[in-house]
């Protein structure tokens, strides 16, 4: 399968219980259903209120909020003066982006229930947007401080005070944050860019200095508000400094590519922040993206929607939307919301890449690679696209397609570091895959020599050297050590215990291959494996049953008659213990 990647790292970790407080209390997000599958809930004719009301509440789980809100309205409509309804059709307006159409709920719930929670900070947001501060100055000082607001209401104060000129009012409500740790980055951020937006240069270099004078590596959203300032301050020499430290790390968002191409060309970027509004959407999406992870996901997603609203062509906002969507597994709007991002912002390209494997995810698999072989065509010197490509074909079963996808990448590397190991891994996974093995297994040794410990590498080069009967005692050294370094990870046990196996070590076989089953209860080739060795072992009527799982979870469909034939007949062979050195 394609690689996914989440862009948004947060700034620092957070306690459990800190990001607990996101779900909590009066007009809170909803809790995330972490492992609800994807599912299309339709509107359908449903004869009472209580059936709109419990159809609602699935679609919500499965986080379709479409569908959701569609039906919530639908029980509202014949119960209007029921809070609880009320309060669950604005979430959920609010979850699907329609903040004008939650904002008469908004009001009706903080009518009645005071001045507190999501509500109104939607409220209060409408009050920013149409430029109202000191009308949202004076809401603001009524507003709770418990769960994300918490995080949020200092930095839109922070925020709505910069409006109204008042940059000591500003520093004061970003004291409020306290010293509630992994903060002080966020903090100093917030306070480097309300000096910039108020014209204080002085200033903001200061927040940005004790910024980058941290201990861990900045993140995309340091080096793309700092690499801003320090381009538009003539200090062009450290902001590309600053780039080219990132983008040796991971610049998957192309913010310091961009940068890095304005420095060469002379240009001078435009500042991140223009009015306060702007001002208030990062702090929101900063927000959001501390709350993306899958206890707080509904949560950040709420507050993504909220910087949009602020902000409508907010590009990191709309790329974040995406990736929450797609995490929910509701593809189609992750789509749209890639394919909003406008074409010339720095991360365009970052969410052509997501759209094209959101095709893949939606069954338009030659829709996803003509849309990556563009990509790969438009920019000679990149290799994402292409690397992408050969996931997407891969994940088809379509290795030699995906070998040839590679080798270009291979071709657009400027060389071979440690972190180039998975490039050199994958080529050689779809070689081997497609009958090419003297080139598998060069790349799989390149791969180790790049990183010598890569339980991936190990695994995969040493299990296909006892299944050719090649080098068996540094195979099975190799398996071993990726068992030590990924003691959890089923597939890598599985290999261990069928190399056992295929060694003759029916005994050992068993031992992992019953842990790997432990691990992956569900994975069909394990089932299958375990059946083996049962059989071997004299437990027959275990094997079979066995087998019938490895049938039920679906193997690929050339395992599927050998392992009826099974089944049907047993293993007639004794079991062949490889040999060789």
Not at 82 to 105: K, M, Q
Request: some cysteine; hydrophobic content about 40%; proline content about 6%.
């Amino acid at each position: 399968m394609a690689r996914r990647r989440n862009t948004f790292t947060r700034f620092s970790l957070l306690s459990v219980a800190a990001l607990a407080l996101a779900c909590c209390g009066p007009g809170g997000a909803p809790p995330s259903i972490a492992d609800a599958s994807a599912q299309v809930v339709t509107a359908p004719d449903v004869p009472s209120p209580l059936g709109s009301y419990l159809a609602a509440r699935h679609a919500q789980q499965v986080h379709d909020y479409a569908a959701a809100a569609s039906l919530m309205e639908k029980a509202l409509a014949d119960d209007p003066n029921n809070f609880d309804l009320v309060r669950r059709a604005f979430v959920l307006r609010v979850s699907e982006g329609h903040i004008a159409e939650a904002v008469p709920l908004a009001s009706r719930i903080v009518d009645l229930d005071g001045n507190s929670g999501l509500p109104a900070i939607v409220l209060l947001v409408e009050e920013i947007k149409a430029g109202k501060f000191d009308a949202a100055a004076e809401r603001a000082k009524t507003l709770s401080r418990a769960g994300p607001q918490r995080f949020a209401m200092p930095l839109l104060t922070a925020w709505i005070e910069a409006a109204r000129k008042n940059q000591a009012g500003a520093r004061q409500a970003l004291d409020q944050m306290g010293d509630l740790k992994g903060l002080e980055p966020l903090r100093n951020l917030h306070l480097g860019m309300i000096a910039d937006f108020a014209g204080d240069t002085d200033g903001a270099q200061k927040a940005y200095d004790t910024l980058l004078a941290g201990d861990a590596p900045p993140t995309f959203r340091v080096v793309q508000v700092v690499g801003n300032f320090l381009e538009r301050h003539s200090r062009s020499e450290a902001a590309k400094q600053l780039y080219q430290r990132f983008a040796a790390e991971d610049d998957d968002t192309g913010i310091a590519a961009a940068g890095l191409a304005r420095i060469a060309k002379g240009e001078t970027p435009p500042p991140l922040i223009a009015e306060p509004q702007q001002g208030a959407a990062q702090a929101l999406f900063d927000l959001a993206t501390l709350l993306n992870q899958r206890d707080t996901i509904d949560a950040a997603l709420i507050y993504d929607r909220l910087a949009l609203e602020l902000a409508p062509n907010f590009p990191l906002a709309q790329l974040l939307a995406g990736e929450i969507r797609d995490q929910q597994d509701r593809t189609e709007d992750a789509l749209a919301l890639y394919r909003g991002i406008d074409p010339k912002s720095p991360v365009a390209r970052s969410g052509q890449l997501r759209a094209a494997l959101a095709l893949d995810t939606l069954g338009k698999t030659d829709e996803a690679v003509a849309a990556l072989q563009a990509l790969a065509t438009a920019n000679p010197s990149d290799t994402e696209a292409l690397v992408e490509l050969g996931d997407v074909l891969r994940s088809h079963n379509r290795y030699q397609e995906a070998a040839q996808a590679y080798d270009q990448a291979v071709q657009r590397s400027p060389g071979a570091d440690a972190k180039s190991w998975r490039l050199y891994y994958d080529r050689g996974v779809a070689f081997e895959r497609s009958g090419q093995w003297p080139k598998a297994e060069a790349d799989l040794k390149h791969a180790l020599e790049l990183s010598p410990d890569q339980p991936l590498v190990l695994n995969y080069l040493g299990y296909s050297w006892i299944d050719k009967g090649q080098n068996l005692p540094d195979a099975l050294k190799m398996i071993q050590r990726a068992v030590e370094l990924r003691p959890t990870d089923g597939y890598i046990v599985d290999s261990l215990g069928w190399a056992f196996y295929r060694l003759g070590d029916l005994p050992k076989a068993t031992e992992f291959l019953e842990r790997a089953i432990e691990l992956l209860p569900e994975d069909p080739t394990i089932n299958d494996h375990l059946g083996d060795v049962y059989w071997r072992t004299g437990r027959e009527a275990e094997a079979r049953y066995q087998w019938r799982r490895a049938l039920q979870f679906g193997p690929e469909a050339d395992d599927i008659k050998t392992i009826e034939t099974k089944l049907d007949r047993g293993l007639e062979k004794p079991p062949q213990a490889v040999s060789g050195g």
